[in-house]
Structures are given as structure tokens and as C-alpha cells.
């Protein structure tokens, strides 16, 4: 870990601090979110945490960062005007879970209609 809470060799950490671009929808001084480079959806938003965090099996000690991510994913949500028709807060954590970038985030998926499988 480097001292400023990034990861060495991390993709999320590096589109935080603006290393590697990406299309920003919101940040504050905690959560940075950014439009998902594959979206699943028509909107397809990534909330994350500043700080690397790996995944959500490791923030549930820190309530007020995880109510942070949480409130700004349903501020993304809202902000894409999904709250009327619909939307989903997703996060994936391990192997099968499939979570495929170890820095933790909830996806905000909406702007059709989602399947109701979730496996
Ligand atoms: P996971 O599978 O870990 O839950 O989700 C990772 C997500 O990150 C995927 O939906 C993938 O499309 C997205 N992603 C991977 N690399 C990048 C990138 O460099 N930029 C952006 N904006 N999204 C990425
Ligand atoms: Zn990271």
C-alpha cells in the first residue's frame, strides 16, 4: 500500500487519482464514480471508495466509508434519472463472486429493464 491509501499496480487507483482516464459522473472527498468502460446498461456507473479498499468483505468495520459508497450510488442513481423507472446496486467479491478489479465498487446499472436473475 502507498502511503496516500492507493495500491501499486491497481486500475481503479490509478483512474482515482486521474493517472488513467475515465468518464467521471461525480466525486467527493471520499467516493470517486466513473462510467463503466463495458456498460451492461444504459447507465452503467462504478461508485468507489478513494481509499483501495479490495472488495466489500473487508469495509464492513468502517460503517461510515460504506455508508458513503452507498448514498453516493443512490446520488448516481438519482443524478442518471433512474429512481422513477429503476435501477440495481451491485457488488461482486471473490472468485465467485466474479469480481474481476480487486478495488472495491458498486456498479449502478439501469436505463432498461434488468433481468431478474442474478446468477
Ligand atoms: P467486477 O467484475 O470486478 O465486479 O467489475 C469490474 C468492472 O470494471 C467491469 O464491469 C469492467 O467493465 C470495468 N472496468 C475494467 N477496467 C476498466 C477501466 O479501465 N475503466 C473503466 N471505466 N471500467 C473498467
Ligand atoms: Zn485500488
Known amino acids: 500500500m502507498n502511503s496516500d491509501g492507493s495500491a501499486p499496480g491497481c486500475i481503479f487507483c490509478a483512474i482515482i487519482s486521474g493517472e488513467i482516464p475515465s468518464d467521471r459522473v461525480y466525486a ?27 472488495s466489500i468483505d473487508e469495509l464492513k468495520d468502517d460503517q461510515e466509508l460504506l455508508g458513503r459508497v452507498m448514498a453516493a450510488a443512490v446520488t448516481v442513481a438519482q ?9 440495481r446496486l451491485a457488488t461482486n467479491h471473490g472468485r465467485d463472486g466474479a469480481q474481476s478489479v480487486a478495488h472495491l465498487h458498486i456498479h449502478v446499472l439501469g436505463g432498461r429493464a434488468l433481468s431478474g436473475r442474478l446468477g
Do not use: C, K, M, W
Not at 28 to 54: G, K, T, W
Not at 79 to 87: I, Q, S
Open 28 to 54: 467527493d472527498d471520499q467516493v470517486v464514480a466513473f462510467r463503466d468502460i463495458d456498460p451492461q446498461a444504459p447507465s452503467h456507473v462504478l461508485v468507489a471508495p478513494r481509499r483501495h479498499v479490495a
Open 79 to 87: 443524478t442518471e434519472n433512474l429512481a422513477e423507472t429503476g435501477y
